[in-house]
């Protein structure tokens, strides 16, 4: 059936509704952004001072990388907690308690993201629910304030994104037969042996997939960080934002958004180098 | 004369709830050798070997490899090594990095050595040249070869093997047989096989255990297990049989031959376990010891052609028994040699076998349709 | 056959001109016709309510300036259905209409010192007609919002609702707070203060530093050097705030659970506060409240431009505004609605804002371009500021 769809040339047909919205939602946009970034707002000249006043600026410089570095340690820590539940869920539990388990990762994105950081709010801000349980078992005398923190924004972001690392993960875990990890024992394989020539390298496309899409969330993330963030959250995006919304400057924001997505994508590609992983294979 | 002892087991039991699946099962496995574990599938095989392997945990009884306990010892700790009914190769390794996976958790040992016996192992399984392939690169046999030098080259006290052939197409699985009986015999490795295929195991082994429904019906070599059978079900499930049932014990002859009644026919038949005359029995008779002479004959059973399958250098013939007070068919493999008469359907013919032949055990009900 | 292909080509041309013109500004023929042709007319007709008028009128507008109670009123007494859609933000409002030309919406309720550089931007409303507007039923805020919203001598905006902001004070926490805007810096309070970081913030801190930002608005370096030392301010003060609040929903809700007790606050906001527990008290500090005045405008995209007026007149009639007056505390530009607002209220509007106070008020300015971009450039350094 699909031989012969490709061979018919029908094969098109069935991807034009995708490539309709990849392109009108994508391409074009992208393109339309990338050529704006390169105009003077007020002129409305060809120039490269968007990208001028960006490499110019300490301030966009320090909030950009802060912005990447907090997106790369949200990821790694996202991977280091999704892998080993993956693990479990995918390789030691039974088939009920794995059900049981994907359903309460799943379960909190039926709530929309601004929702689940207001839940979040409740619960540890100064009069919140883990200050008060923290003084009702002893360990504090008085109200602590979780709120507005980096360590909460890191929190937060790590919860959101939880399910797009775990997934994938999940799906490549799943492709792995069990058989490999009992012949890597019996070949006298331990725990960490086995970990990392067997079940790591087979997971990789998972664990590329899921990092690419958290890292990229992260990066984009805007709800979560000044919601949870407070005084000192400022995130790229929020400087996007800004140009485009408060100073109606889309051309700054165009090339912003070009920076941010040229180094999201020259950043995935790196790491696909490093692990020897193509984009195909990963994808 | 005192054989070595490699793998022991003694009352090794497996339960999953109500389910046992392997039932107080014993034996022993001498140094050196080819032993199988045959049995239909679902008799408990797997579960045996997975347990001295180190990925079950016995409910009851003991396990020996070398004379060392090994029921406390963790899998990667066993000196024994499985290859896998699916292989379960690194798909992610070359075929080098497959076999020295084993090597390297070992320390101590130099790259170079390990490659040395990477592909000393490697020559050894007929496989040279490939270091570098991928899994998904090879064929099926390669594969094969692969998997028993990934653990061969660790010279473990005895190789595991569960039914790694079973993959393999049936003109793959004949080379891959002998050659693999070939290769323990070079190697002097003890080989433990287990099959649900009994051409394999017989044509191997020097020692196989049948087992059925997680019991033990009987350790022995394929030679005598084919002609002196132990249990009902042994004389069912190996070699070819043809199953009379309800046959009567007359008398008995000697301590191993008795005389039994079919159907108002007479025969002389080996006592497969102990019986006393007027038991109610089975008959098993082997289709290729019967002897078929065209007519009417002054000795033997007279019965008629309804069938005759072609098979090269043998045919089977099936014989519908005439003077049985009972509807009674009986196959025989008809050799074709030069001496042998042409036959013909509904030809008349004598048919007569020796006690060699025949095996009587007390009668069983025939399982209904399908497994349990 | 020259001749010909330069008809074709002025055809062509003509019908170019036509589209792009079509898309551009497609509501300004239609817009402007009735209004020109008939000004005689349509004068009369505010007096006769037209029930039958029908139709739809969509609006883009702030929470609570529209309450279901009215808007049903509205429709029965016209006819005329409601479509109403929210915006947080002067920007957002910006943003939206720009981005159709004012297409999609009939009415909105920009904030006076907006309406004018945004009409000088993007063209986004249309003229207000004051003979289809009810004037007498406005109160004499009416001649300073025509004139702070005249462009090119035509005014665009109609006085609607205005508020103040400056401090909420949580008194059995923060008795002596209040003074001075420089008491959201007080490291005495540290942890326990909030305020926006936005333009009004702003505004407040520049005029506790006895700076003018109105003054300075005027000229780019001086309005860069004004904000550059509020600034400064700011950053210093930055320790003491617990967080810089976004939504009113936010800091009320800090204030009830006592996690901050010194704020910058909406006036409504405050009063409301204080009607639930007196401890919260609005305070004006002695450089005087920052005062905003939201009006209502024509978009220049208007479809239903007769249901724009009915609802002006509708909306500033004394017992229609004081319907909002009551909900949201605001005070409205409707002569007669303070009379009618609950005497609760009146008592702590006259409390906090008595004539002297009212006096003081620092309106909000009309701001260039260039001012955005430097308040931006304030909040953003603030922001990143460690
Ligand atoms: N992990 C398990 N849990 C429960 N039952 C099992 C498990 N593994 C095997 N069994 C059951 O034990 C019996 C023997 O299985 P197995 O040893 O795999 O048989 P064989 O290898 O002879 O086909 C079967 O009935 C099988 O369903
Ligand atoms: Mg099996």
């Given at each position: ?31 339309k ?9 007020r ?12 490499f110019g600026?300490d301030l ?9 570095l ?5 990821t790694?820590l ?10 479990i ?5 039974g ?22 950081a207001f ?18 078992v ?28 775990i ?11 069990d058989?490999?990890?009992?012949a890597a ?5 331990n ?10 390298p ?5 664990i ?7 890292f990229?969330?992260?990066?984009g ?7 949870l ?19 109606f400057n ?21 790491t ?11 994808m | ?30 140094k ?5 574990v ?12 997975r ?17 060392q306990?090994i ?18 190769l690194?798909?992610m390794?070359?075929v ?19 490659e ?17 392939r ?5 064929s ?6 692969v998997?028993l030098?990934?653990?061969l080259v660790?010279d ?10 079973s ?13 693999l009986k070939?290769?323990q ?14 051409t ?5 082994s020097?020692t ?11 350790v ?9 059978p ?10 070819e049989n ?14 191993q ?10 025969s002389?038949a080996?006592i497969g ?34 069938e ?10 099936v ?21 042998a008469?042409?036959?013909?359907v ?27 | 056959?020259k ?7 002025m ?10 013109c079509?898309?551009?500004e497609?509501?300004?023929?239609e ?25 739809v ?12 109670e ?34 999609g ?9 907006y ?23 406005i ?17 665009y ?9 400056a401090?909420?004070v ?47 608005v005027?000229?780019?370096a ?10 400064d301010?700011l ?21 009830k659970?006592?996690e901050?007790?010194?704020a ?10 204080s009607?639930?527990d ?15 005045y939201d009006?209502?405008?024509i978009?220049?995209g ?6 724009a ?31 009618a607002?609950?005497p609760?209220?009146a ?12 006096a ?27």
């Amino acid at each position: 059936m699909s031989a012969k769809l490709k061979k018919s040339g029908r094969l098109w047909l069935v991807l034009i509704p995708y490539l309709l919205w990849i392109g009108v939602l994508f391409v074009i946009p992208h393109i339309k952004l990338f050529g704006l970034s390169f105009v003077d707002h007020r002129s409305g000249e060809l120039t490269l001072g968007n990208y001028a006043k960006f490499f110019g600026s300490d301030l966009y410089r320090r909030v950009f990388w802060r912005t990447a570095l907090y997106a790369i340690f949200t990821t790694i820590l996202t991977l280091l907690i999704a892998f080993p539940t993956a693990f479990i869920i995918t390789k030691i539990l039974g088939k009920k308690m794995k059900a049981i388990l994907l359903l309460s990762i799943v379960l909190p994105y039926w709530i929309s993201e601004l929702i689940r950081a207001f839940a979040w709010m409740v619960l540890m801000r100064e009069t919140g629910v883990i200050s008060y349980l923290l003084q009702a078992v002893g360990i504090t005398s008085h109200n602590i304030e979780f709120l507005y923190r980096n360590g909460t924004i890191v929190i937060g972001l790590v919860y959101t994104s939880m399910l797009f690392m775990i997934i994938p993960i999940i799906n490549s875990l799943d492709s792995l037969d069990d058989s490999l990890i009992e012949a890597a024992y019996d070949l006298g394989g331990n725990f960490w042996s086995t970990m990392r020539e067997v079940i790591i390298p087979h997971a990789g496309p998972g664990i590329m997939v899921g990092s690419t899409m958290v890292f990229m969330l992260n990066l984009g993330n805007y709800v979560t960080v000044t919601l949870l963030g407070g005084k000192n959250s400022l995130w790229f995006t929020e400087n996007i934002y800004n140009q485009f919304i408060v100073r109606f400057n889309q051309n700054q924001g165009a090339a912003f958004g070009v920076i941010l997505l040229t180094f999201s994508v020259l950043l995935v590609w790196i790491t696909l180098k490093i692990t020897k992983q193509d984009m195909a294979e990963a994808m | 004369m005192t054989q070595e002892i490699d793998v022991s087991v003694v009352n090794l039991t497996k339960r999953w709830g109500n389910l046992t699946a392997v039932n107080n099962v014993s034996f022993d496995v001498p140094k050196g050798s080819f032993f199988s574990v045959l049995g239909p599938s679902a008799s408990g095989k797997t579960t045996v070997l997975r347990m001295i392997a180190g990925f079950e945990t016995p409910t009851a009884g003991d396990m020996f490899i070398g004379g060392q306990r090994i029921n406390d010892v963790p899998a990667n700790k066993r000196p024994c090594n499985l290859v896998f009914q699916r292989l379960a190769l690194f798909p992610m390794m070359n075929v080098l990095d497959n076999v020295t996976f084993g090597l390297r958790r070992r320390g101590g040992i130099s790259k170079a050595e390990m490659e040395r016996m990477a592909n000393d192992v490697l020559a050894r399984v007929d496989l040279k040249g490939l270091n570098k392939r991928k899994i998904s690169q090879l064929s099926g046999g390669q594969q094969q070869r692969v998997a028993l030098a990934r653990s061969l080259v660790l010279d473990p006290t005895v190789l595991l093997l569960d039914e790694p052939l079973s993959a393999l197409d049936l003109k793959l699985r004949q080379d891959m047989k002998l050659e693999l009986k070939r290769l323990q015999a070079r190697m002097g490795t003890t080989f433990m096989y287990i099959t649900h295929d009994q051409t394999i195991a017989l044509a191997m082994s020097d020692t196989v255990a049948v087992i059925n429904f997680g019991k033990l019906e009987q350790v022995a070599s394929p030679d005598i297990l084919y002609r002196e059978p132990a249990t009902h079900f042994v004389a069912s499930f190996v070699g070819e049989n043809n199953r009379l049932n309800h046959g009567r014990v007359v008398k008995l002859i000697d301590d191993q031959t008795c005389q039994v009644e079919i159907g108002g026919l007479l025969s002389v038949a080996r006592i497969g376990e102990e019986l006393a005359p007027g038991d109610d029995i089975d008959l098993f008779i082997r289709p290729e010891m019967i002897h078929l002479q065209l007519g009417k004959q002054a000795s033997g059973i007279v019965g008629q052609i309804k069938e005759i399958n072609f098979d090269g250098a043998h045919s089977l013939v099936v014989v519908q028994l005439t003077e049985s007070a009972i509807p009674l068919s009986i196959n025989v493999k008809f050799q074709h040699t030069e001496q042998a008469p042409a036959i013909a359907v509904n030809d008349t013919v004598t048919l007569s076998w020796g006690r060699a032949a025949a095996n009587a055990f007390r009668h069983i009900e025939p399982p209904t349709e399908g497994k349990e | 056959m020259k001749r010909r292909f330069f008809m074709i080509m002025m055809l062509v041309v003509f019908s170019l001109a036509l589209v792009s013109c079509g898309s551009n500004e497609p509501a300004a023929p239609e817009a402007a016709a009735p209004a020109a042709d008939a000004p005689a007319e349509e004068a009369a007709a505010p007096e006769e309510a037209a029930p039958e008028s029908g139709g739809v009128l969509r609006m883009l507008t702030w929470e609570g300036y529209a309450p279901e109670e009215l808007v049903n009123k509205f429709t029965e007494e016209t006819g005329i259905d409601v479509e109403i859609s929210y915006i947080g933000d002067n920007n957002e409002l910006i943003a939206k209409m720009a981005a159709t030309k004012g297409v999609g919406y009939d009415l909105v309720s920009p904030t006076l010192s907006y309406v004018a550089t945004a009409q000088a931007d993007q063209g986004i409303y249309q003229p207000i007609d004051l003979s289809k507007v009810n004037t007498d039923q406005i109160n004499e805020s009416l001649d300073a919002i025509l004139e702070g919203s005249t462009y090119e001598g035509k005014p665009y905006a109609i006085p609607f609702v205005w508020g103040t902001t400056a401090m909420i004070v949580n008194t059995e926490k923060a008795p002596d707070a209040g003074e001075s805007y420089l008491d959201l810096c007080d490291p005495q309070y540290e942890g326990r203060i909030s305020y926006r970081s936005k333009y009004d913030t702003l505004y407040m801190f520049a005029y506790a530093l006895g700076l003018d930002p109105a003054e300075a608005v005027k000229d780019e370096a001086a309005y860069r050097d004004v904000m550059d030392q509020v600034l400064d301010k700011l950053v210093e003060c930055k320790p003491y705030v617990r967080v810089y609040w976004d939504s009113r929903q936010q800091i009320e809700d800090l204030l009830k659970k006592e996690e901050v007790w010194v704020a910058s606050s909406w006036d409504a906001s405050a009063w409301s506060m204080s009607l639930e527990d007196p401890k919260f008290k609005y305070v004006v500090p002695k450089e005087g409240a920052v005062g905003w005045y939201d009006t209502l405008a024509i978009s220049a995209g208007a479809e239903n431009v007769d249901a724009a007026y009915q609802w002006i007149n509708f909306i500033l009639a004394p017992e229609n505004a004081a319907v909002i007056v009551n909900q949201t505390g605001y005070q409205t530009a409707s002569a007669g609605a303070a009379d009618a607002a609950s005497p609760e209220l009146a008592a702590l509007v006259a409390e906090s804002l008595p004539p002297e106070k009212m006096a003081s008020i620092n309106w909000y300015f009309p701001k260039p371009d260039y001012a955005t971009d430097i308040e931006a450039d304030v909040e953003e350094q603030l922001k990143a500021a460690q």
